[in-house]
């Protein structure tokens, strides 16, 4: 079977043939420890030891660059090697990159207010690639040559060498960090990240991160080549499997072309305790898909939006699109309830999302003899919802954030259209307000800005929107009117997971058609800092311009922004330079960076947001 062709497989009504112990877990997700990444502290110790919380009284209230963090007074170092690697997440052999050689990559935790410092090493002397890492939903504030976005606040780490990565925890709770070079991201660069701090909720056990994502067989570049490519016919990609934790089982019976393959390489197991309140980072890792996320016959409490903190409410399931998390609170069965395993599931949207094989499961089990004899569960799902989503967000008046900030009105408020167009050489490419976006890995503008330099005079796809010295930006994104005429009309038509760096954003609306004007909880909108422009509908966010920078803001689907499906905000431009070291910061990507692009040929496959399309002219 080609992943060109659409095509859903439902692996649960073929009936798994067997469940799980097909593969080590070294043969599907490499170095990876997941015992190390269940029952996670509170915190973690600082040397010398202290007593209490490292935070002390400090109240967590994200919602401005001047809020108190604790001064820990502690740096966590990491170190990470990027190369290939083969594994087998879900059985099927699959060439990929690898953080240290593990799948997802290692767990990245730090108690809030601590330094994290991470040196990585780019290992693709052999593919001849560049990369760069972003942790998504920090600030950054005043580290923004942290940030990890290449073209904009880097050059791209050149194979063989090493840049140190360097911030600060800014917030508690839970997400993730991937490679932002080119769509890396669905060949592996994914793992998940935990800041420890004051919680809203109590919970008993902390079951870590709950990493959900699309997986795509073959090598992202050639999912971009075929996204961007201008022959004719249909250049949709269709993902191949749906994973909880790096793991899910595959029908090897659908591999024709001899790749190695094992149908029963086993799910993701849990352990949960009879009567105890459990907490689950959810993540969406993915490169495309929307997820809706439930446990079979278990109600959630949901903590929190991304990184902020919400008043509780319950559901039976959360809707996530790529980059954005949830944190919930799960209550364990008591009695008779616990003497079997649920099914935790996680299905990719078909409506909104171009799955071969949407349903993601992994088991949790009360019984630790049923844990280690593999027992499958036969519980009950939770209701169909794909058929009635519109494919978005839970309501905008479901909760709030439990630091409250009201709406202030808007200085800026820039209106965009987002358009999938054809361009005169019949490449398939998104238009924001009639303009395209990519960056030149050459020349970060994030060190032009330092220089004074804010012309952009090479190329209007830089795409850069100046807010000048405005204090409230607002944007209003207006997704494409589907047009059903047009003989090109794919039923289903995609919802884009918007994500804006360095900041978390009021969401003051979001739904089908056009925005009314009317603003949901004016008096203390959700904050968060990826949400789901549906489709053909409109989504409005805001935020006040408290951290200068160039901040891209970005559908998060690999290919949407390969596409150029990317924008970049130039935010307080006048106080960039007050910056320290960017230019001695810079020089440490740029100078290898420009000597190894000399010799070498960039593969220029699509925006560098994911890859470079503009070489300088020498
Ligand atoms: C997920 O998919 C299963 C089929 O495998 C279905 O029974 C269940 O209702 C779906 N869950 C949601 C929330 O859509
Ligand atoms: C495809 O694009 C290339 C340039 O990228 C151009 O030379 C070629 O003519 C295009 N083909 C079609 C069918 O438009
Ligand atoms: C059309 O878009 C493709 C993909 O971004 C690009 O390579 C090509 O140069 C564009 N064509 C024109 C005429 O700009
Ligand atoms: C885009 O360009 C077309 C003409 O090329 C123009 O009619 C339209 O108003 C433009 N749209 C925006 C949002 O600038
Ligand atoms: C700004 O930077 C660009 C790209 O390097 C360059 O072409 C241009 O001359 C610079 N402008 C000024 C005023 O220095
Ligand atoms: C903002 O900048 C504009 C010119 O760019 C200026 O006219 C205006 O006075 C400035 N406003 C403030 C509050 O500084
Ligand atoms: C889209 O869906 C409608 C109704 O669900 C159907 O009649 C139509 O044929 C579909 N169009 C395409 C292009 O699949």
């Given amino acids: 079977m080609s992943f060109l062709t659409p095509f859903v497989v439902n692996l649960l009504s073929g009936a798994l043939p067997l469940f799980g112990g097909g593969l080590s877990n070294q043969q599907t997700n490499g ?137 600060r925890a800014d917030h508690v709770g839970s997400s993730w960090y991937h490679s932002h070079y080119s769509a890396q991201i669905s060949s592996g660069l994914i793992g998940p990240m935990v800041f420890y701090g004051p919680r809203s909720q109590p919970y008993d056990i902390d079951m870590g991160p709950i990493m959900v994502n699309d997986l795509f067989h073959p090598y992202y570049e050639q999912l971009v080549e075929h996204v961007l490519s201008n022959s004719s016919g249909s250049h949709f990609v269709f993902s191949d499997n749906n994973l909880i934790n790096g793991k899910m089982d595959f029908d090897c019976a659908l591999v024709t072309d001899g790749t190695p393959c094992v149908s029963n390489a086993g799910v993701s197991k849990f352990q949960f305790r009879p009567g105890k309140d459990h907490l689950l980072r959810v993540v969406n890792t993915g490169s495309a898909g929307l997820q809706f996320f439930t446990i079979d016959e278990h109600e959630m409490t949901v903590i929190s939006n991304d990184f902020i903190p919400i008043t509780p409410y319950k559901t039976n399931s959360l809707t996530l699109g790529v980059g954005q998390r949830n944190d919930v609170i799960v209550r364990g069965k008591t009695g008779a309830a616990t003497q079997q395993p649920y099914w935790m599931r996680t299905n990719l949207s078909v409506n909104c999302a171009l799955p071969h094989q949407p349903y993601g499961l992994a088991a949790i089990y009360y019984d630790r003899a049923d844990f280690a004899a593999n027992k499958k569960p ?74 004074g330099n804010f012309s952009y005079p090479m190329d209007p796809d830089w795409n850069i929107l100046d807010t000048s010295n405005s204090s409230v930006v607002r944007l209003v ?51 968060r800092d990826t949400t789901i422009l549906p489709p053909s509908g409109h989504l409005v966010m805001q935020f006040t311009t408290d951290n200068p920078g160039i901040w891209p803001v970005h559908c998060h689907v690999a290919w949407h922004v390969s596409a150029g499906f990317l924008m970049n905000i130039m935010e307080r431009p006048q106080d960039i330079d007050a910056q320290q070291n960017i230019e001695q910061i810079m020089a440490q990507t740029c100078d290898a960076w420009d000597a190894w692009s000399r010799e070498n040929v960039v593969n220029q496959v699509d925006s560098g947001l994911r890859r470079m399309a503009m070489e300088r002219e020498r």
């Fill in 477 to 527: 994104w207006e997704n494409r009117k589907v047009d059903s005429s047009d003989p090109n009309f794919f039923n289903r038509t995609f919802a884009h997971p918007m994500h804006l760096h360095g900041h978390d954003y009021q969401v003051l609306s979001y739904g089908p058609g056009e925005w009314d004007g009317t603003i949901i909880n004016g008096d203390n909108p959700i904050r």
């Fill in 31 to 167: 170095n990876v420890d997941f015992r190390s990444w269940q029952n996670l502290p509170k915190f973690l110790p600082s040397s010398p030891r202290k007593y209490g919380t490292p935070w002390g009284s400090l109240k967590y209230e994200p919602g401005s660059v001047n809020e108190q963090m604790p001064d820990t007074g502690v740096t966590r170092h990491y170190d990470f090697d990027i190369a290939p690697g083969k594994l087998s997440p879900d059985g099927y052999q699959k060439d990929m990159l690898l953080f240290n050689g593990q799948y997802p990559g290692p767990l990245i935790e730090a108690n809030w207010g601590d330094w994290v410092e991470i040196k990585v090493t780019n290992s693709l002397q052999s593919l001849n690639e560049g990369t760069a890492v972003h942790w998504h939903g920090l600030r950054q504030y005043q580290t923004q040559f942290a940030d990890g976005v290449p073209g904009l606040v880097q050059c791209p780490i050149a194979p063989g060498s090493s840049f140190t990565y360097r911030f």
């Fill in 378 to 451: 036969t519980s009950q799902p939770q209701p169909l919802i794909d058929a009635e989503m519109p494919c978005q967000n839970a309501p905008l008046d479901a909760s709030s954030p439990i630091a409250r900030i009201p709406a202030p009105p808007a200085d800026k408020v820039v209106v965009i259209q987002v358009l999938d167009v054809v361009n005169s050489t019949g490449h398939t490419i998104y238009h924001l307000n009639n303009q395209t976006g990519r960056v030149n890995y050459n020349e970060p503008v994030l060190r032009l800005a330092n220089e």
